[in-house]
């Protein structure tokens, strides 16, 4: 059959490429998705995000402790970019001015474009991508509570770290205590280092750019974005370079717990739609043809009774589609 063949021809190229990365389409028959329904659903779980990071403050001694362990291991290691990128931005302004507006607003800024993008041209692998992202994002909340971790910015001045966005304030909206807006800082948990959620999103940002942009920008793109945000975070002295690993490490956790969380939320929909009758109704509509129940309309008409058609034999002139339809059934009869 034409559409068998068509299937194959176009799974062939697939196969062949045996490309793993990245969340596969999620097949969720009935669930359609609005930007009405998704832009609260995005803001409810920052939100959630953002209380849970605030939550999860730690005692000050402890995340000292913390990374000043993060410091030795990295010694042991034989890691040190920390120290040499943090110089280097100190000593020139016009590399530490742009990289701390790069640490304060670009992952605000290239996460929900890159989501709107996807949900625009790409909505099939939009709901795969997206709860990946919010499914490692939970498991760095995780890291927050359980490890509370002083950023090298905030470590006494003899392990020789400035902090760029206190010496650059004066070029940008952030206070000198954090990269939260002036007078703000105290509604921001300046503890929650280990993972670097920064690096993280950027490589998120990255594998959808690298598997799904069409362009040799993007595929650029998806290569500069994380590694500079990798090399940011360390030189503004916000991250240890183990940090900004573990943001790695975590988004390579989310994914594979990725299918899973969408059956989880295709289960709980389909009990919910049994026992709250709107939502059983909504999930009808979303599976039928017919956009309108109990109107006659059809697929990409909005108002109902609206649709052009000739009147049927029993109709009289000027009547609407339904009312020759229902002339028509009744000769019928």
Known sequence: MPGTDA?????????????????RPAAAPGVRLRWWTE????????????????????????AVDHGLAILRVEKALRLNAEHPLNRLFTREAWLGIPADFWYASLHYVVTPAILIWLFRSRKVLYRAARTWLWTSTFIGLIGFTLLPTCPPRLLSPE?????????????????????????MGGMTNQYAAMPSLHVGWALWCGVMLWRHGRTPAARVAAVVYPLFTTIVVMGTANHYFLDAAAGVVVMGAGLPLTPLVLRVADRLRTLLAVRVPWVRGASRDEGSAIVSAGCQTSTGERIPRQRESRPGPGAEPGAAPTDAGDSAATAAR
Do not use: C, N
């Not at 206190?166 to 002036?182: D, T």
């Open 39 to 62: 832009v609260p659903l995005i803001l409810l779980v920052y939100g959630a995000y953002t209380a849970g990071r605030l939550l999860a403050k730690g005692d000050t001694s402890g």
């Open 7 to 23: 299937a194959r021809t176009e799974a062939a190229p697939r196969a062949r490429s045996g490309r793993s990365a990245g969340p």
């Open 159 to 183: 392990h020789g770290f400035v902090d760029t966005m206190a010496q650059y304030s004066a070029y940008g909206w952030w206070g000198g205590e954090a990269s939260a807006p002036r007078g």
